[in-house]
Protein backbone atom coordinates (compact mmCIF):
# COMPACT_ATOMS: atom_id res chain seq x y z
CA UNK A 1 0.00 0.00 0.00
CA UNK A 2 2.83 2.41 0.58
CA UNK A 3 4.27 2.46 -2.84
CA UNK A 4 6.20 5.50 -2.10
CA UNK A 5 7.92 3.54 0.68
CA UNK A 6 8.71 0.48 -1.54
CA UNK A 7 10.04 2.73 -4.20
CA UNK A 8 12.81 3.94 -1.53
CA UNK A 9 13.72 0.18 -0.70
CA UNK A 10 14.30 -0.83 -4.41
CA UNK A 11 15.92 1.90 -5.41
CA UNK A 12 18.41 1.93 -2.17
CA UNK A 13 19.17 -1.61 -2.75
CA UNK A 14 20.52 -0.98 -6.23
CA UNK A 15 22.05 2.33 -5.40
CA UNK A 16 24.09 -0.29 -2.63
CA UNK A 17 25.00 -3.05 -5.59
CA UNK A 18 21.84 -5.37 -4.81
CA UNK A 19 20.50 -7.24 -7.59
CA UNK A 20 17.93 -9.68 -6.81
CA UNK A 21 14.45 -9.18 -6.07
CA UNK A 22 12.34 -12.72 -5.37
CA UNK A 23 8.81 -12.41 -5.72
CA UNK A 24 6.06 -14.61 -6.87
CA UNK A 25 2.51 -13.89 -7.87
CA UNK A 26 1.07 -15.81 -4.86
CA UNK A 27 3.10 -13.13 -3.15
CA UNK A 28 -0.23 -10.28 -3.59
CA UNK A 29 1.05 -7.48 -6.10
CA UNK A 30 4.52 -7.79 -5.38
CA UNK A 31 5.40 -8.61 -9.32
CA UNK A 32 3.34 -5.18 -10.49
CA UNK A 33 4.08 -3.05 -7.84
CA UNK A 34 8.10 -4.43 -8.18
CA UNK A 35 8.16 -4.26 -12.11
CA UNK A 36 6.20 -0.39 -12.11
CA UNK A 37 8.03 1.46 -9.66
CA UNK A 38 11.73 -0.28 -11.57
CA UNK A 39 10.26 0.40 -14.79
CA UNK A 40 10.03 4.00 -13.08
CA UNK A 41 12.94 4.77 -11.86
CA UNK A 42 14.93 3.22 -14.51
CA UNK A 43 16.57 0.59 -12.65
CA UNK A 44 14.39 -2.95 -14.58
CA UNK A 45 17.92 -3.60 -16.58
CA UNK A 46 20.28 -3.40 -13.09
CA UNK A 47 17.41 -6.45 -11.06
CA UNK A 48 17.81 -10.17 -11.27
CA UNK A 49 14.58 -10.56 -11.37
CA UNK A 50 13.75 -13.86 -9.58
CA UNK A 51 9.96 -15.83 -9.27
CA UNK A 52 7.93 -18.63 -9.13
CA UNK A 53 4.76 -20.40 -11.18
CA UNK A 54 2.62 -22.62 -8.93
CA UNK A 55 -0.71 -22.69 -11.06
CA UNK A 56 -2.16 -25.94 -8.76
CA UNK A 57 -3.04 -23.11 -6.00
CA UNK A 58 -3.83 -24.71 -2.70
CA UNK A 59 -4.33 -27.84 -3.80
CA UNK A 60 -1.03 -27.91 -5.10
CA UNK A 61 0.22 -28.29 -1.92
CA UNK A 62 -1.00 -31.53 -0.97
CA UNK A 63 -0.38 -33.07 -4.62
CA UNK A 64 -3.30 -31.08 -6.13
CA UNK A 65 -2.71 -30.88 -10.90
CA UNK A 66 -1.99 -27.50 -12.00
CA UNK A 67 -3.69 -26.42 -15.43
CA UNK A 68 -0.55 -26.04 -17.88
CA UNK A 69 -2.71 -23.33 -19.61
CA UNK A 70 -3.29 -21.53 -16.04
CA UNK A 71 0.68 -22.09 -15.13
CA UNK A 72 1.66 -20.64 -18.59
CA UNK A 73 -1.20 -17.61 -18.18
CA UNK A 74 0.90 -16.88 -14.56
CA UNK A 75 4.17 -16.88 -16.41
CA UNK A 76 3.36 -14.60 -19.07
CA UNK A 77 1.71 -12.47 -16.51
CA UNK A 78 5.19 -11.84 -14.64
CA UNK A 79 6.93 -10.96 -17.93
CA UNK A 80 4.30 -8.66 -18.71
CA UNK A 81 4.45 -6.99 -14.79
CA UNK A 82 8.09 -6.55 -14.95
CA UNK A 83 8.18 -5.53 -18.51
CA UNK A 84 10.80 -7.75 -19.49
CA UNK A 85 11.50 -10.00 -22.38
CA UNK A 86 13.49 -12.76 -20.55
CA UNK A 87 13.59 -13.67 -16.60
CA UNK A 88 16.33 -14.29 -14.63
CA UNK A 89 15.39 -17.12 -12.67
CA UNK A 90 12.36 -18.91 -12.98
CA UNK A 91 11.52 -21.65 -9.78
CA UNK A 92 8.20 -23.88 -9.42
CA UNK A 93 7.25 -23.00 -6.02
CA UNK A 94 7.05 -25.03 -3.43
CA UNK A 95 7.61 -28.45 -5.42
CA UNK A 96 3.50 -27.42 -6.25
CA UNK A 97 2.49 -30.15 -9.42
CA UNK A 98 6.62 -30.51 -10.69
CA UNK A 99 5.27 -32.55 -13.37
CA UNK A 100 2.89 -30.17 -15.06
CA UNK A 101 5.16 -27.13 -14.22
CA UNK A 102 8.42 -28.17 -14.95
CA UNK A 103 8.36 -28.78 -18.10
CA UNK A 104 7.27 -25.23 -19.09
CA UNK A 105 10.04 -23.89 -16.79
CA UNK A 106 12.28 -26.11 -18.72
CA UNK A 107 10.95 -25.26 -22.23
CA UNK A 108 10.97 -21.51 -21.75
CA UNK A 109 14.58 -22.04 -20.66
CA UNK A 110 15.38 -23.65 -23.91
CA UNK A 111 13.24 -20.77 -26.04
CA UNK A 112 16.11 -18.04 -24.69
CA UNK A 113 13.02 -16.46 -22.31
CA UNK A 114 14.45 -17.86 -19.03
CA UNK A 115 18.38 -17.80 -18.19
CA UNK A 116 17.83 -19.73 -14.67
CA UNK A 117 15.53 -22.72 -13.62
CA UNK A 118 14.77 -23.95 -10.18
CA UNK A 119 12.35 -25.27 -7.55
CA UNK A 120 11.59 -24.00 -4.34
CA UNK A 121 10.60 -25.47 -0.83
CA UNK A 122 10.72 -24.21 2.75
CA UNK A 123 8.95 -27.24 4.05
CA UNK A 124 11.18 -29.53 5.54
CA UNK A 125 8.23 -32.44 4.52
CA UNK A 126 9.36 -31.65 0.98
CA UNK A 127 13.05 -31.80 1.51
CA UNK A 128 13.28 -35.56 0.05
CA UNK A 129 11.55 -34.60 -2.82
CA UNK A 130 13.35 -31.73 -3.79
CA UNK A 131 16.41 -33.12 -3.49
CA UNK A 132 15.47 -36.13 -5.51
CA UNK A 133 14.69 -33.30 -8.89
CA UNK A 134 17.96 -31.93 -7.81
CA UNK A 135 20.16 -34.84 -8.40
CA UNK A 136 17.63 -35.57 -11.23
CA UNK A 137 16.66 -32.91 -13.24
CA UNK A 138 18.82 -30.35 -14.91
CA UNK A 139 18.24 -27.17 -12.45
CA UNK A 140 19.90 -24.59 -12.08
Known amino acids: ADADALREVLKTLVDHGGRVFDTAPGYGASEQVAGDIANALGIRDKIFW ?70 TSTRENQYAELIGYMKNEPLD
Open 50 to 119: ATKVNAAGRAGLTGGKADPAAARAQIEASFAKFKVAKLDLLQVHDVADVATHLPIVKELKAAGRVRFIGI
